[in-house]
């Protein structure tokens, strides 16, 4: 796998929870260490993903912004 991304995080497939368009996917990159992503039906039945597979998020941004309290 070849990205012009640079934030590619591996993890385990812990959710799959399919809505009405879209489904939310819950990557576990270490434990209690959870990422989540909103993608499409689509694509995760293009992906084939299911619990327990290995996948990866991949992050794409200009900019990350941090708050603090």
Request: glycine share 4%.
């Amino acid at each position: 796998m070849k990205l012009s991304a640079r934030n590619t995080l591996a993890g385990i497939v812990r959710k799959v929870q399919p809505g009405a368009v879209n489904a939310e996917v819950v990557i576990e990159l270490a434990p209690s260490l959870n990422i989540v992503s909103v993608i499409t039906l689509d694509a995760v039945k293009s992906l084939k993903l299911k619990v327990g597979d290995r996948a990866y998020a991949v992050i794409k941004a200009s900019s990350v912004m941090i708050a603090v309290d």
